[in-house]
């Protein structure tokens, strides 16, 4: 049987989901041995290949840079899996979604040379942190702050084992 | 004794009972939200609604029903799930709950009922309002972002301690539970720091003071611990 | 300098480099950006002092317990309160725990691939798979000792990531015997493999003298937190600096007092920002901070085998500080060995196991500092806040930011070294890509990537027109 080919993003979040997927600890190794990791934080490839068979992305859409990504990331990926709570809820970097994005970056750089506010040498700051599903279709939706270790293993076991994922109610909890 | 049928069991009930009650002592299980006993029902959340087959299957909520004989009531079905997973994401949509770090975050009624109901995302778009916490009070806060306007407080505090402080203000989306009359809570005339409120509320809206992340337990049974030991008049 | 635009589009990752040529075709200016921002410091605004370690410790999930005690300890500040003595010993217990997960993700997963399977390995290869491949006792070992930091978390605070554990005042909850019985079974092993990781590094040192050379090696000032004796710190202390040659150039330095000597700068072209020594200005004023600092910094590190080591590391230099970026991982690796040592001397303290571990207060300061010594380096959260305890302004300075300058010059003194023509070529990304990474750059802290960042590289000739932009293909 080839291999799942598996990979894995990060947005607007802190890269905690990420890891409570190396949390997996020697599960790792069993992951490994089902599934190769075409494109990650956490290996070495830098543009996103074809034909992916399952992407879990973390965070929310946070950037213009993110929105270019995500967009490439779903035509290319038959799976994509909104992963942890911001990248379902928005969660904590939504929490500036209240407050006018020049405020945001004032309060953080003050008055001077502000990054962020237009289109430059770094990515556009979005008007607010979105959750996946508000840009692209999301297939799955795998909860927490960050998803413990255990729920990711269940929902990965199922989706490597070429079955549709399904949780548990108490695998749903958000926070 | 006034017979029914839920979910086709048949079911005995005293006169006078609701649908809900009769439902949780025939064992089965119907999500609530404002509702609370001790309180009266106000019917407000809509996540009780059952199905009356010999109505035409219409909808009703289960806390402000009272029973009657031959109803055909369907407490869960696929229809229902959907209805009050909607009503739910609808909640979630409205203002900013983030459980993350919550001081409710484990002690959460609206969280528990978006796991139960198996809401894995919400389908509406956020509105992300901006809303005020007010700490001014010695021993209380109270936070928007995170009420779904229930009103257990405004009940706890006009039907059991009286002091009648907190109400509603605004309408529609703009609503926000007030003190006295908009007044920062601590500068409440009214409010006699009993914290009835803070037990009554589902989620981390009102907390107390000094609690961390997760720290909030809620005492809801409080409530109907308090008012079932106050003798009544027969009615 | 010129703005130069570069399509966004064509953008990858959340690192960025960009290399300037002069007319004659060397590096005139070379540019490590941070592409993403959050805005906990507005935002934070209308919390209360409470949530904040919940709040804060989602800055980063490599080093939430770092955030989470860092924020406790402004709310220490805020409610005007000394934690009891068995809650700082839990902290300082949470701390190791974060310096041993952390800094074995750092080795382990993300740079031993580089060290061991060689720079020009395939870089599909080039990964923590690749490496249980090819070594596949040292991967297993890597998982463990991770393991090992992250279960003291959990065995604190119930979780590996994301403890609602620490909060002004103290903790939420005492150790229990059985936890404690639980780490000190598996402190033989941590041990034995912080040891061996350790050997095989100093075996293999020699082979590595031309990225020694030039992965940022420069002479700068270093900072960290020392205890009152001079001794390697990680939870107190005052600030210390020292220069090149280690000689101390400030001491004792009350940590609260940060505004005083560190200045913080921005550049629109980059979310991080560029925090400098205010006494040498900006950009002058360039310090370094994590392992490789706090190594050069510490008179001893206050346990046998990490003294052991430290000695070894300091005849890098002859006693003089350790210059080379490059080194940050054996800094890193002495510094899990003594996280282990302090860890056990820890679990056998009388009061580890004791209830009293909160003290309780409301807001008796308006203004409030923590500090203490994150994986990467000092870590700073500073809050005011009104009478109610509602937060009304937040500043942060991450680890990660204070290396902000010194990256950028090794960025710099990489491309000057490898640079060849007008091209990016395999090996000049790979460098560059290994020396951020020496510093073990945490993003996700100061605003949001980690580890390996997928780099885009971009060079612009005089006029700021593109020569050339690679990044590696799959």
Redesign the interface.
């Known amino acids: 049987m080839p291999k799942v080919r598996v990979a894995t993003a990060w947005f607007s979040g802190c890269s905690g989901c990420h890891m409570s997927f190396l949390d997996l600890d020697e599960r790792l190794l069993e992951f490994a041995g089902k599934a190769e990791l075409v494109y990650s934080p956490i290996v070495d490839i830098k543009e996103f290949p074809d034909s992916v068979d399952v992407t879990l992305i973390e965070g929310a859409v946070g950037t213009s840079e993110h929105l270019h990504l995500l967009a490439e990331i779903r035509r290319k990926t038959r799976l994509l899996v909104a992963f942890g709570d911001c990248a379902v809820t928005g969660n904590v970097p939504s929490l500036r979604n209240p407050i006018p994005r020049g405020e945001v970056l004032h309060a953080v750089y003050g008055d001077g040379s502000i990054p962020g506010l237009e289109e430059g040498e770094v990515p556009q700051l979005l008007p607010q942190a979105l959750p996946l599903h508000a840009v692209v279709r999301v297939d799955h939706f795998l909860p927490g702050c960050p998803p413990p270790p255990d729920r990711i293993w269940k929902f990965l076991r199922q989706l490597l084992a070429g079955k549709e994922p399904e949780l548990a109610p108490q695998d749903l909890r958000f926070g | 004794m006034i017979a029914l049928r839920i979910d086709d069991i048949p079911v005995q009930a005293e006169p006078g009972q609701t649908i809900l009650d009769a439902a949780k002592a025939a064992g089965i299980r119907i999500p609530t939200l404002c509702h609370l006993p001790g309180l009266s029902p106000v019917g407000a959340c809509r996540l009780c609604l059952v199905e009356i087959r010999n109505w035409n299957g219409k909808l009703v909520p289960a806390c402000a029903t009272p029973v009657q004989e031959g109803l055909d009531v369907v407490a869960n079905s696929d229809r229902l799930r959907e209805l009050r997973r909607t009503i739910l994401e609808l909640l979630f949509a409205e203002r900013n709950h983030i459980c993350a770090f919550c001081v409710a975050n484990g002690h959460c009624e609206l969280q528990d009922l978006a796991a139960e109901l198996g809401m894995d995302h919400v389908r509406f778009p956020y509105r992300f309002p901006p809303l005020p916490l007010d700490a001014s009070h010695a021993k209380f806060g109270i936070d928007h972002n995170r009420c779904i306007l229930c009103g257990r407080c405004v009940r706890a505090c006009s039907e059991v301690e009286g002091a009648m402080t907190w109400g509603f203000a605004g309408r529609g989306i703009f609503t926000l539970v007030a003190a006295d009359l908009g007044d920062p809570w601590g500068d409440s005339k009214t409010c006699t720091g009993c914290g009835k409120c803070v037990q009554a509320c589902p989620t981390g809206a009102l907390f107390e003071k000094g609690r961390a992340t997760g720290e909030q337990e809620k005492r809801p049974a409080i409530v109907a611990a308090l008012t079932e030991r106050r003798p009544r008049a027969q009615g | 300098m010129k ?4 399509p ?2 064509r ?4 690192g ?1 480099i ?1 290399l300037r040529l002069d007319r004659g075709g060397k590096v005139a200016a070379a ?1 490590f ?7 906990f ?8 002092v ?2 904040m ?3 804060t ?6 080093c ?1 317990a770092s955030h989470l005690l860092c924020s406790a300890k402004a709310g220490d500040a805020i409610l005007a309160v000394r934690p009891p003595r068995p809650a700082e010993v839990l902290r300082r217990l949470m701390n190791l725990g974060q310096f041993i997960q952390s800094h074995a ?1 750092s080795f382990f ?2 740079s031993s ?1 580089d060290l061991l399977l060689g720079w020009d390995a395939d ?2 290869a ?4 690749g490496l ?1 491949q090819a070594h596949p006792q040292l ?2 070992d890597g ?2 000792l ?2 090992f930091g ?1 279960e003291i978390i959990a065995a604190l605070g119930e ?4 403890p ?1 554990w620490a ?2 005042g103290g903790v ?1 909850q005492p150790l229990s015997p059985e936890a404690r019985d639980r780490l000190a079974a598996k402190l033989p092993e941590a041990r034995r493999i912080a040891q061996d990781a350790l050997a095989l590094y100093e075996a293999r040192l020699p082979e590595w003298g031309e990225e020694i050379e030039t992965f940022g090696n420069f002479p700068s000032l270093f900072m960290a937190l020392v205890a009152e004796d001079g001794t390697w710190e990680h939870y107190a202390g005052r600030i210390r600096f020292v220069d090149a040659d280690r000689r101390v150039v400030a001491d004792g330095l009350d940590p609260a007092r940060y505004p005083e000597y560190i200045g913080e700068a ?6 991080l ?1 560029f925090p400098y020594f205010q006494d040498a200005g900006y950009p002058e004023g360039l310090y370094r901070v994590g392992p490789l600092s706090r190594l050069n910094c510490c008179d001893r590190m206050g346990t046998p085998l990490a003294d052991e080591a430290l000695a070894r590391f300091r005849a890098q230099a002859d006693g003089k500080a350790v210059t080379s970026s490059f080194h940050y991982h054996y800094a890193r690796l002495i510094e899990i060995l003594a996280a282990v040592e302090q860890v056990a001397r820890l679990l056998e303290d009388p009061e580890v196991l004791s209830p009293r571990v909160r003290a ?1 207060a ?1 807001i008796n300061e308006l203004e409030g500092v923590g500090v203490h010594e994150a994986p990467r380096g000092t870590l700073f959260h500073h809050y005011r806040v009104d009478e ?3 937060i009304q302004q937040v500043n942060l300075i991450v680890s990660t930011g204070h290396n902000n300058l010194a990256m950028n010059r090794t960025v710099a003194q990489i491309a000057a070294k490898y640079l060849t023509g007008r091209k990016v070529n395999e090996g000049l990304l790979n460098r560059l890509e290994g020396g951020i990474r020496a510093y073990d750059p945490c993003l ?1 802290c100061s605003v ?9 590289v971009v060079l612009l000739g005089p006029t700021g027109e593109v020569l050339d932009e690679r ?4």
């Open positions: 703005e130069i635009k570069v966004v589009t953008i990858e990752g959340h960025l960009t540019k950006h941070v592409t993403e921002v959050r805005g410091e507005r935002f934070c605004q209308g919390r209360t409470w949530e370690p919940g709040v410790a989602r800055i980063c999930g490599i939430p993700l997963h993300l691939p870089p599909t080039r990964n923590v798979f249980a991967a297993l998982i463990r991770r393991a992250q979780k590996r990531v994301h609602a909060v002004p939420r921005v550049e629109g072209w980059s979310y920002k309780e409301g109610h305890g509602v996700s949001h990537a980690v580890g390996r960042m997928p780099l885009r990044t590696r293909d799959a």
